[in-house]
Structures are given as structure tokens and as C-alpha cells.
């Protein structure tokens, strides 16, 4: 069973440009979640997806940063026009619903952003 | 508000010393949370090593124990015998059952393990 996938491992973007992270979830859970890791400010939670629905994305910055799962077997965090405090990197994390709730989340390798 | 605290790191032991890595929570959002430690070695992604979710109990996975105290508001992970395959980086967290806000990290404590 593979894990959590995440794509690119690597990104390079220029400041001002456009960068769009893949995540898919494990086979048959529901639940995503979207992290982000920085030195400063550690692991921050993002957004979270439940059936694919939106339901708490209390830690997304108000500009910039979107999140969508189109469908059950993948999700996209798009960060529009790229500041270099955005680098950093994106961890994506599945569960099954009913782990979800206890926490035992399923964590990708994560995205590296790097912000020139 | 919610928050996790851990021990800064890096965090240098010898093989087979012991290792105790502090955490202490603050949760007011929810008077029993769920709590972790989760652990990313080198070259791999986070992964839970082991969890607690009721008050009093104990938790324990590959020679690591952590337990609940709910008093201290504490879930201190130690380990008796450390082994150079020990060695990563060790997450705190809490779980937060209301806003699907799964989990809220501690800032990681690096733990070197030297033959």
C-alpha cells in the first residue's frame, strides 16, 4: 500500500511566480490535511479536507494560498505569485475519517518550496 | 490557546543511555486532548510513534514511553536504552477533536544517537 505522495519533491520558483503541490492521499482515506514546516515557525497546520470537502482552513494566509481536492484520490495547494517567506516545506497527511479525530494522521515527504 | 513545548534541541546521548525529551501542552479548547509523538528519521516522513488519548495512561512503540498526565499537563517521551537507529527528529503534538484542526505540532527535537 503506497503511502502519501507528494509531487514535486523539489521547487524552485521566482519571486512573483505561480506554484501549484500535489498531494495524493493514501487509497480510502478520507481526510487530507495540508501542513507547512518552516524553521521559524515549525509545523503550522494549513487547511483539512474532509470527503473532499473544505472543512477547516483556519491556517491558510487570507492571500495567495488556495487549496482544492477535485476529486477523492488527489489535492492541490497553489500559492499565487510566490514571496520568498514562502519558502518552506509542505507536508501533506492523510487519514482514515474516523482517525482523523484522534489525530493518527499519514504523512507525505513533503514539497520543498524555495522562493528566489 | 492550544500550543505544544518541547525540548529545543539538538539533543547529543551516547548508544545505550537513556533520553527523555520534555513536552508539556496547553489545551483550551478541549479539556482532554489526544496526544503524540511523532518522529521523521532521516531520509523518511513523519510517522506516529506512538499515541495516548485518555488521561493516566501509557503509551509505548519501539522501547519509547510517554505517559499522559493530565496534572502536569506533560507527555514526556523517554527511553531507557537509546540506539544509533534513534536517532531523528521527535515531535510532540495535540490532537483537537473540534475544527478538524487535527493536530498542533511542537517545533521538533533533534536527537543525535553516537555509537
Known amino acids: 500500500n503506497a503511502g502519501v505522495i507528494q509531487t514535486p519533491r523539489h521547487k524552485v520558483t521566482g519571486k512573483g511566480q505561480e506554484a501549484t503541490l500535489w498531494c495524493e492521499p493514501i487509497?480510502?482515506?478520507?481526510?487530507v490535511f495540508w501542513y507547512r514546516q518552516t524553521i521559524v515557525q515549525g509545523l503550522e497546520f494549513l487547511t483539512y479536507?474532509?470527503?473532499?470537502?473544505?472543512?477547516?482552513d483556519s491556517g491558510m494566509p487570507k492571500e495567495r494560498f488556495s487549496a482544492q481536492m477535485p476529486n477523492q484520490s488527489h489535492s492541490t495547494l497553489k500559492i499565487q505569485s510566490t514571496q520568498p517567506q514562502d519558502s518552506a516545506v509542505y507536508l501533506c497527511?492523510?487519514?482514515?475519517?474516523?482517525?482523523?479525530?484522534?489525530?493518527?494522521?499519514?504523512f507525505g515527504e513533503g514539497s520543498k518550496l524555495t522562493v528566489l | 490557546g492550544d500550543s505544544v513545548t518541547q525540548t529545543e534541541g539538538p539533543v547529543t546521548v551516547s548508544e545505550s543511555e537513556s533520553l527523555i525529551i520534555n513536552c508539556t501542552y496547553s489545551?483550551?479548547?478541549?479539556?482532554?486532548?489526544?496526544l503524540f509523538w511523532y518522529v521523521r528519521y532521516p531520509g523518511e516522513g513523519l510517522q506516529l510513534l506512538l499515541k495516548?488519548?485518555?488521561?493516566?495512561q501509557k503509551g509505548s512503540s519501539r522501547g519509547f514511553e510517554a505517559t499522559y498526565n493530565k496534572e502536569t499537563t506533560s507527555f514526556h517521551l523517554q527511553k531507557a536504552s537509546v540506539q544509533e537507529s534513534d536517532s531523528a527528529v521527535y515531535y510532540c503534538?495535540?490532537?483537537?477533536?473540534?475544527?478538524?484542526?487535527?493536530?498542533?505540532f511542537g517545533t521538533g527535537t533533534t536527537v543525535s544517537v553516537s555509537p
Open positions: 495516548v488519548i485518555t488521561a493516566g
Open positions: 487509497s480510502g482515506h478520507s481526510a
Open positions: 479536507f474532509r470527503n473532499q470537502a473544505p472543512i477547516d
Open positions: 503534538a495535540l490532537g483537537l477533536y473540534q475544527g478538524g484542526r487535527a493536530l498542533i
Open positions: 489545551a483550551t479548547s478541549i479539556a482532554y486532548p489526544n
Open positions: 497527511a492523510s487519514s482514515l475519517d474516523r482517525t482523523a479525530n484522534t489525530g493518527q494522521l499519514y
